[in-house]
């Protein structure tokens, strides 16, 4: 079998066996792969990972995932942290660049100035660029507002008989 993107495939199958709480996982091994894996555990993404041959010349990476709290350590959560510090870190002078970029008494040099400016600023500065995303699960749909979570994580709760006031009710 060819594989295009080996990165990716290893990325998702850590990706999925994290979704489904495996404490390990195999993935063929590479060069690459293995120096992918060294940075994943000196960042703590990883617990740890062996090589082992599989025979023919061919090698295989056992991985350790490492969870916190029952959660995957790898999560997109993070990365929307990151752009939302990002967003608070540039809000002011993203604000003046626009106000700056949207007034008509303005000379259209000084507002062009500003949209260029305004484009170098990181692209995950834009409030745009943040997904709402349930604090429990990650998870971007079937998102509730005001309660910061999904409708799985909120009925999860819920059965659980952690939400006071709530009852699950059936047909």
């Known amino acids: ?6 990165l990716g495939d290893m990325l998702t199958r850590i990706r999925n066996a994290q979704m ?5 996982v195999s993935t063929p091994g590479s060069t690459l792969r293995g120096r992918v894996l060294d940075v994943l555990k000196s960042e703590g993404y990883i ?4 090589r082992a041959e599989v025979g023919n010349g061919r090698s295989e990476f056992q991985i350790e995932l490492k969870y916190f709290d029952g959660q995957p ?16 870190k540039f809000a002011a002078k993203r604000t003046a660049l626009l106000a700056t970029a949207n007034d008509m008494s303005l000379p259209m040099e000084e507002r062009f100035e500003a949209r260029l400016k305004l484009a170098e600023l ?7 660029r943040i997904r709402n995303r349930c604090e429990m699960t990650g998870r971007p749909r079937a998102y509730y507002r005001k309660l910061g979570m999904s409708r ?7 059965s659980q008989g952690l939400i006071p006031g709530l009852v699950k009710s059936s047909w």
Do not use: C, F, H
């Open 20 to 24: 489904r709480r495996r404490g390990t």
């Open 122 to 128: 990181p692209r995950n500065a834009n409030p745009t």
């Open 1 to 6: 079998m060819s594989m295009n993107d080996p």
């Open 152 to 158: 799985i994580a909120l009925r999860e709760l819920g």
């Open 47 to 50: 617990r740890d990972y062996s």
């Open 73 to 88: 350590v790898i999560r997109k959560i993070e990365r929307n942290k990151q752009r939302r510090e990002l967003v608070k």
